[in-house]
C-alpha cells in the first residue's frame, strides 16, 4: 500500500525526533517543508530542562523560517536515547520535571503549539500521587496559553519499566489528575502492540483524544508496511469527528529518501 494511497482526509504531521535525523536539528524543521508538511512535533530535543534562551530561540528560528508550525511537544522526559521515559513519576527526577514546565510551555506559547506531553517515567519507584501533583502542575501552566497537556500509553515489549501501557491506564490517571485541559495521546502503535481493538478504541474514545501518532506494526514501519488497517483507522478517526493532527512517528527504513505523501 503506497502511503499517498491512505489517509488523504487526514492532517499529518511528522515527528522531527524519529524522522529526518539524518540532519541537524535544526535543518529537519526545513526538511518536513520540502516534503510538503505544514506541521512538525518534537520530543524534547535538549539534554537537560532548559538549554538557555539561545538555543531556543535558534530553534524557534528554525521552525519559523521554514514555515510550518509546531503542534506537539513533549516535556523534557530524560535521556531517551538510554531508556528514560519520563520523569514526573519518579521523586528522583520530579525536581527535573518541574523545572521544564515553565520552560517548555513557554517555548510551546510562543510558537502556538497546543499539545504538551508528558512521559510518566520508568518503574519500579514510581509514585502515582506525586505523577498526579506534576501533572496538574503543567496542566495549569499550559492552560494559561490554552494548550493541552496529553498522557500517553507505551507498550511493554519496548518498554518494560514503563507503568502506564494501556488506555485504560492513562484513562485513569487523566480522571484522577481532573484538569480539563488533560487528554490521551493515543499512539496507535504502542496500543496496538499490546494488544488492543484500536477501531473500537477510536469509535468509543476518540473525544478523550487529545493527539494521535501512528506507525505500523509489527516493525514501527509507515502506515502500510505492516498489519495494522489504516485506512480503517483514518475512516474511524474522521467518522468520530477528531479533527487534531495526526503525528508520524515511525521509523523510515531503507535507502531512498523519505518518501510519504500528503493527499
Known sequence: ?????????????????????????????????????????LWWPFDG???????????????????VR??????????????????????????????????AVRFAGELGCPVLNALYGNGPGTDRELAVANLRRAAD??????????????????NPLYPITSAGAAFELIDQVDR?????????????????????LIDRHAGRFGHVQIADDPGRGRPGSGAMPYEEIFAHLEAAGYRGHVG???????PGAFDWRQG
Do not use: W
Not at 530542562?49 to 514555515?67: M, Y
Not at 528514560?84 to 525536581?95: F, K, Q
Not at 496559553?145 to 500517553?152: D, H, L
Not at 508520524?248 to 531503507?254: D, I, N, P, S, T
Open 180 to 200: 480539563d485541559n488533560v487528554a490521551f495521546l493515543a499512539d496507535l502503535y504502542h496500543l496496538h502492540r499490546m494488544g488492543e481493538n484500536v477501531l473500537a
Open 49 to 67: 530542562p532548559d538549554p538557555g534562551a539561545a538555543a531556543l530561540a535558534e530553534l524557534r528560528q528554525a521552525i519559523e523560517d521554514a514555515g
Open 248 to 254: 508520524l512517528e515511525y521509523r523510515h527504513e531503507g
Open 141 to 158: 501552566a499550559a492552560a494559561g496559553i490554552g494548550a493541552t497537556v496529553v498522557v500517553e500509553a507505551l507498550n511493554s515489549h519496548e
Open 1 to 41: 500500500m503506497r502511503p499517498q494511497a491512505i489517509g488523504a482526509a487526514m492532517r499529518f504531521d511528522v515527528n522531527l525526533s524519529i524522522l529526518f535525523t539524518g540532519l541537524p536539528l535544526l535543518e529537519r524543521p526545513a526538511a518536513a517543508a520540502k516534503c510538503g508538511f505544514d506541521a512538525v512535533e
Open 70 to 103: 509546531l503542534v506537539g511537544l513533549n516535556f523534557d522526559a530524560g535521556d531517551m536515547a538510554a531508556g528514560e521515559r519520563g520523569l514526573l513519576a519518579r521523586p528522583e527526577t520530579s525536581d527535573r520535571f518541574q523545572a521544564n514546565i515553565d520552560v
